[in-house]
């Protein structure tokens, strides 16, 4: 047995499970929306902490370069390289370039300061003096970036101080050239700034203890690890990002992202002599992120299964009302009681099923009361047909014994009348058949014009002239009773007002597309266009009644209308004094054939 199951219960469980999956669509938008949000709130945190750093380093190296500058300018630096200056006033000499050093913010990144005229003369200062083997004519040169000398390679390298004791440092050399005035000495500023000026700025202004930091120079990079930079491992790749993810946010259009070890970084610009310094774009796993929101996606969803629930209770309140009530009144309609219930009419689609159900009500009453009503007609029909059986057969016996009575006396026409007359009327009475064959119809035709014949004294001649093809009298299939009318109606409309002896003359052909065309003519009086279009229109008001009218013709012609097709039918063309022609178009023989069968 199939199982039966509620629709009130299905509606529940729909509400419910489209609760379910709606609260389950917010859940997963929100999680997305909200990890997009955290990656480009992170973005912009990493983009502002670099750029923090990136101002106190921007401070750092400016000052640096003000103070290189400064040694190429200072009037006394200048006479002591170029001049002659006394014993006494090397001290000066030594106490400016101090009391100028010691002023600066960045002295304790300055591990070491050369101005040399590379003939011997040489002032130093620095932090790492103390550390530092002496400073030789060949030694010197062994100094990073010393040799070539140039202001282009400022702030380019960064490498480690050859002629520190012990514990080597990493330094970034910043170098200018000082020309004389007067001739075409040269002497040369040498400053080496240590690592630590990078590392400490970025530990100080660094929130975050766990990101990776790099520092960026001369297209190169070097990972920040505690006070010391390491460079990258040959090979490592690293690509600049043409194209921003929407998730990322960039304050500033100078900031790069580039792509390392196939994770982002930003790099903010330090802001002169294309350095850069970088961080990590943490990726966090969304996972991460769902204990904290595992409580606002139980109440969410929560909240919204319990308004499905309500939803679906509600809906089955509504529902179950009208549906007991539908199933009432079927209850009723199965047991043999049709009257329609008007209170389940609602303002509603269940009202429009309960009219419907009322409508159906009324419906097989009236059919029940309409069946009853035909089998008491058809009762009283067939009593009616018992009755009349005799008449027919009084008919017949009656014809039969004139036709005998005129045979003894030798009257063959009233023979032959009498023989036509009878086949007549067993063909009307006795004829079920819609449809019969031509030749059929040619002798009901042929039994109906012998009576003519007669009444009219002879002077009324019907001649079938020309049948184009033989097979179109066994196949060729027409309405019972279609030529009479036509011919009586040439008879008493045509022929008869003429006022003497007149021709019928019937013509089957086929027409080019296979119709089937019978042709009677008449030499009948004829008549006009007007006339002619009228006789095949239907009649109107007086006009049915009227003697002009030409009976039977605008039955035939809808006969063979409603038998074949709005395409077949009558058309009559005559032309007064002459006679008239109509024309009987039939469907070609094999078609008639199959409307015969159906």
Same mark, same amino acid.
């Given at each position: 047995?199939?199982?039966?199951?509620?629709?009130?219960?299905?509606?529940?469980?729909?509400?419910?499970?489209?609760?379910?999956?709606?609260?389950?669509?917010?859940?997963?938008?929100?999680?997305?929306?909200?990890?997009?949000?955290?990656? #480009?709130?992170?973005?912009?945190?990493?983009?502002?902490?670099?750029?923090?750093?990136?101002?106190?380093? #921007?401070?750092?190296?400016?000052?640096?370069?003000?103070?290189?500058?400064?040694?190429?300018? !200072?009037?006394?630096?200048?006479?002591?390289?170029?001049?002659?200056?006394?014993?006494?006033?090397?001290?000066?000499?030594?106490?400016?370039?101090?009391?100028?050093?010691?002023?600066?913010?960045?002295?304790?990144?300055?591990?070491?300061?050369?101005?040399?005229?590379?003939?011997?003369?040489?002032?130093?200062?620095?932090?790492?003096?103390?550390?530092?083997?002496?400073?030789?004519?060949?030694?010197?040169?062994?100094?990073?970036?010393?040799?070539?000398?140039?202001?282009?390679?400022?702030?380019?390298?960064?490498?480690?101080?050859?002629?520190?004791?012990?514990?080597?440092?990493?330094?970034?050399?910043?170098?200018?050239?000082?020309?004389?005035?007067?001739? !075409?000495?040269?002497?040369?500023?040498?400053?080496?700034?240590?690592?630590?000026?990078?590392?400490?700025?970025?530990?100080?202004?660094?929130?975050?203890?766990?990101? $990776?930091?790099?520092?960026?120079?001369?297209?190169?990079?070097?990972?920040?690890?505690?006070?010391?930079?390491?460079?990258?491992?040959?090979?490592?790749?690293?690509?600049?990002?043409?194209?921003?993810?929407?998730?990322?946010?960039?304050?500033?259009?100078?900031? #790069?992202?580039?792509?390392? !070890?196939?994770?982002?970084?930003?790099?903010?610009?330090?802001?002169?002599?294309?350095?850069?310094?970088?961080?990590?774009?943490?990726?966090?796993?969304?996972?991460?992120?769902?204990?904290?929101?595992?409580?606002?996606?139980?109440?969410? +969803?929560?909240?919204?299964?319990?308004?499905?629930?309500?939803?679906?209770?509600? +809906?089955?309140?509504?529902?179950?009302?009208?549906?007991?009530?539908?199933?009432?009144?079927?209850?009723?309609?199965?047991?043999?009681?049709?009257?329609?219930?008007?209170?389940?009419?609602?303002?509603?689609?269940?009202?429009?099923?309960?009219?419907?159900?009322?409508? +159906?009500?009324?419906?097989?009453?009236?059919?029940? $009361?309409?069946?009853?009503?035909?089998? #008491?007609?058809?009762?009283?029909?067939?009593?009616?047909?018992?009755?009349?059986?005799?008449?027919?057969?009084?008919?017949?016996?009656?014809?039969?014994?004139?036709?005998?009575?005129?045979?003894i006396q030798h009257a063959t026409g009233i023979v032959e009348m009498t023989m036509a007359l009878s086949r007549l009327l067993k063909s009307v009475s006795k004829g079920n058949e819609r449809l019969v064959t031509l030749q059929e119809e040619f002798a009901l035709l042929n039994d109906y014009f012998?009576?003519?014949?007669?009444?009219?004294?002879?002077?009324?001649?019907?001649?079938?002239?020309?049948?184009?093809?033989?097979?179109?009298?066994?196949?060729?299939?027409?309405?019972?009773?279609?030529?009479?009318?036509?011919?009586?109606?040439?008879?008493?409309?045509?022929?008869?007002?003429?006022?003497?002896?007149?021709?019928?003359?019937?013509?089957?052909?086929?027409?080019?597309?296979?119709?089937?065309?019978?042709?009677?003519?008449?030499?009948?009086?004829?008549?006009?266009?007007?006339?002619?279009?009228?006789?095949?229109?239907?009649?109107?008001?007086? $006009?049915?009644?009227?003697?002009?009218?030409?009976?039977?013709?605008?039955?035939?012609?809808?006969?063979?209308?409603?038998?074949?097709?709005?395409?077949?039918?009558?058309?009559?063309?005559?032309?007064?004094?002459?006679?008239?022609?109509?024309?009987?178009?039939?469907?070609?023989?094999?078609?008639?054939?199959?409307?015969?069968?159906?």
């Amino acid at each position: 047995m199939k199982r039966r199951h509620s629709l009130q219960m299905r509606i529940i469980m729909l509400s419910l499970a489209f609760s379910s999956m709606i609260a389950l669509g917010i859940c997963a938008v929100s999680l997305v929306v909200v990890y997009r949000n955290y990656l #480009r709130a992170n973005s912009q945190s990493v983009e502002y902490s670099l750029q923090v750093a990136a101002n106190q380093l #921007r401070q750092n190296v400016s000052e640096i370069d003000d103070f290189a500058d400064w040694c190429t300018v !200072n009037s006394t630096i200048r006479s002591y390289i170029f001049g002659n200056v006394q014993t006494q006033q090397v001290l000066t000499v030594y106490d400016t370039l101090l009391n100028k050093y010691s002023s600066q913010y960045t002295a304790r990144y300055l591990d070491r300061i050369l101005i040399t005229d590379n003939n011997g003369r040489i002032l130093q200062q620095g932090m790492t003096t103390t550390q530092s083997l002496a400073i030789t004519g060949d030694g010197i040169y062994q100094l990073p970036g010393f040799s070539e000398g140039t202001e282009n390679l400022s702030w380019t390298m960064l490498e480690k101080d050859p002629l520190i004791i012990g514990n080597s440092k990493t330094i970034i050399p910043v170098m200018r050239k000082i020309a004389s005035y007067s001739s !075409n000495a040269q002497a040369q500023v040498y400053i080496a700034v240590s690592s630590r000026m990078i590392t400490d700025v970025l530990q100080e202004t660094n929130a975050c203890e766990d990101c $990776e930091l790099f520092w960026i120079m001369n297209d190169q990079m070097w990972r920040v690890s505690g006070n010391e930079l390491i460079a990258l491992e040959p090979g490592t790749e690293i690509q600049s990002v043409e194209e921003i993810p929407d998730y990322v946010s960039l304050m500033n259009q100078q900031t #790069r992202l580039i792509r390392y !070890n196939e994770q982002l970084a930003l790099a903010y610009p330090v802001g002169v002599h294309d350095l850069y310094i970088a961080q990590l774009l943490q990726q966090p796993v969304i996972w991460d992120q769902l204990p904290s929101m595992f409580p606002f996606f139980v109440m969410m +969803l929560g909240g919204l299964s319990l308004l499905g629930l309500l939803l679906g209770l509600v +809906l089955r309140q509504m529902i179950a009302v009208t549906v007991q009530a539908l199933q009432k009144q079927l209850a009723r309609i199965s047991e043999g009681d049709f009257t329609p219930n008007p209170d389940i009419e609602w303002d509603n689609e269940m009202g429009d099923i309960g009219r419907g159900i009322n409508g +159906l009500s009324r419906s097989i009453s009236t059919l029940m $009361e309409k069946r009853l009503d035909d089998e #008491r007609q058809k009762k009283d029909l067939e009593y009616r047909m018992l009755q009349n059986q005799i008449n027919p057969h009084f008919i017949y016996n009656t014809l039969n014994s004139i036709k005998w009575m005129a045979a003894i006396q030798h009257a063959t026409g009233i023979v032959e009348m009498t023989m036509a007359l009878s086949r007549l009327l067993k063909s009307v009475s006795k004829g079920n058949e819609r449809l019969v064959t031509l030749q059929e119809e040619f002798a009901l035709l042929n039994d109906y014009f012998t009576i003519q014949h007669y009444r009219y004294g002879g002077t009324i001649m019907l001649d079938v002239s020309y049948i184009e093809d033989e097979r179109l009298c066994q196949n060729c299939m027409i309405p019972r009773f279609t030529l009479q009318p036509l011919v009586e109606n040439a008879i008493f409309h045509g022929i008869e007002p003429k006022g003497c002896a007149g021709n019928i003359e019937i013509i089957v052909t086929r027409d080019p597309c296979g119709d089937t065309l019978i042709v009677l003519k008449d030499n009948g009086v004829g008549m006009d266009e007007e006339m002619a279009a009228k006789v095949l229109r239907a009649p109107e008001g007086e $006009e049915a009644e009227a003697k002009y009218r030409h009976v039977g013709m605008w039955n035939v012609h809808r006969r063979l209308q409603y038998s074949f097709g709005e395409e077949y039918g009558l058309s009559i063309s005559s032309q007064p004094g002459v006679g008239t022609s109509v024309t009987i178009r039939l469907p070609p023989a094999h078609n008639s054939e199959e409307e015969s069968t159906d």
